[in-house]
């Protein structure tokens, strides 16, 4: 079974983790979840960049915090070989 990528890691997390659904995207370059509020929402770049914001050209860069939250989740729920 290949490994998931950084990006396929961060949309597990807000899928499983955080309960986000993928919405339907303009942007080629970045996936879509929807956030807590109306009007923000999250961005899963190529690379497992994750943003916040209204659009992606708005949002505020939110890796590295995401990132140790992932990482805690996947030891918690012994996911850290996927």
Known sequence: MPRLTKS???ALFLQKALNKTELPSKSRK???FDS???DM???VGKAG????GRTASEAIS???HFHLNL???ETKNNFADI
Request: glycine residues 4%; charged residues 45%; without cysteine.
């Open 8 to 10: 396929d890691k961060a």
């Open 49 to 52: 960049g994750v943003r916040v």
């Open 30 to 32: 970045y996936r879509k």
């Open 41 to 43: 929402f999250y961005w």
């Open 36 to 38: 807590s509020r109306k």
């Open 71 to 73: 990482r805690k989740w």
């Open 62 to 64: 939110i890796t590295r």
